[in-house]
Structures are given as structure tokens and as C-alpha cells.
């Protein structure tokens, strides 16, 4: 919500991008806000000029950041960059959810969400759609180095956009679980089922680690099948040598 209570939006003739800073040890947050019009031009009448210079103060090093990245000579205007980039994230959003124009609630709090969802919608306009005017596209576009006509021209073309943003289908899914204790009878029978498929299942796994463990002293007295070879011969040796 702007000060003047209206909506804060692109759709709008004019935006606010707000700047939250904090001094070294401090914990109160200052924030600024900067208007800026539908092409990124700071509106000098809805912006004090000490709040322009502190935050002109603040983006100094990313400025001087995207200055160096830059490709070009001139000299690139931060706050155009920064239009750019918000706006045209905000109308590549509303177009991936098959919105050519934006909808706000009457919101007169200080919460991002309506407090009262009865009230009456507000619908924008879909003027300053980016993919809907070729011509702002163009020049906001031309902001963040996209210069390319065929380019902006590409994704602007009102038919292609129009085609492109069917009404959206969403799909709303609610979690209807609620928690509640079972009958007496029917926990106890849970209960004990649990409990017997775990005891099965114990007795299962100790059965078999046992038969493992232990299947070969089973009954030592019985010699194995190797042993008995042995002394079958023995013996018959034995008879042999007496006879």
C-alpha cells in the first residue's frame, strides 16, 4: 500500500521500491522509498530528495558493480536497471499464471495479506503489461541491455501474448485430517495386533538367527559325513592288520 493508499503495483502509472537499511549498532530498521514510473524515472515529487540521496548512497557499490560489468561506455542508471528487473519479473509472474492484468485487495494494514477477503476486488489495467506494449517493453527491456528489437518484438507481439494467457485453472486442496481417539475396543485391538505382528516378527528373526548360530551343535555327538568316511576305513584297516 502507497501513501496515498493506493496500490502498490506496475499496473500503476508509478511503483514504490523500498530500501531497508540498518546502521552499525543499531537494531531499528530505516526504510526508504523510491517512486518510479512505469519506465524506471524517479518521481521527484513523490520522493524526498534526502531519502533519494541516502539511497543513491547505499546502491553505491552495486552501481559501481554493474558499472564495471557493463559492456557499454556509458553510464548506467541504476535505478532504470533495477525497474527493469523488478517489473519484468513481476509481468513474466502474472503471465506464467495466465494474468494479462494484475488484482489486489483493499488492504489498509501493515500486513501483506488482506484482513477481510470480503471485500470487493481491485482490477488494473492491462496497459502497462509489458508483453501487451511493445513500446514500454522497448525501453525497459533496453534497460538491462536488452537492445535486441527482434528480441522484445518476439515476445511482445499482442496476438502471441493474448494466445498465450488462457484463464487460469487453479486448483485449491485443502487438509481435512482431524485428530480424535478411537473407541476403547477398537484402540485395544489395534493395540494388540501391533503388538502380536511384533512379537511374531521377533520370534521369526531370533528363530532363524539361532538355527545359524547354533545348527551345528545341535547334537554333537554325531560325527559328520567326512569323519564317518574316516573311520569306516580305520576300522576296516584295522580288521585287515588282526586278520
Known sequence: MNHDETDNTPANDYWYLSIGYTLNND????V??????????????RTSQSDLAQANNLLLPLTSFAQAQSQSSSTIDI???LNGLFVGY???ILSDLGQNSS???????????P??????LIHHTS????FLNTTLAGTVFSNIG???TFLVDAITIPNWAQAKLPPPTLRWTYLCNKRQLKPALALIVSVFGLALSLLQSIYFVGKKVFEWMFGREANPGAPHAGEIELDEHGVGGDEDQNQ
Not at 27 to 30: A, L, N, P, S
Open 27 to 30: 537494531t531499528v530498521e530505516t
Open 32 to 45: 526508504i522509498n523510491v517512486a518510479l514510473s512505469s519506465t524506471g524515472i524517479i518521481d521527484t515529487v
Open 79 to 81: 535505478w532504470k536497471l
Open 90 to 92: 513481476y509481468w513474466f
Open 103 to 113: 488484482v489486489t485487495y483493499n488492504i489498509r494494514n501493515d500486513f501483506l495479506l
Open 115 to 120: 484482513s477481510n477477503f470480503s471485500q470487493p
Open 127 to 130: 496497459t502497462n503489461n509489458l
Open 146 to 148: 536488452l537492445n535486441d
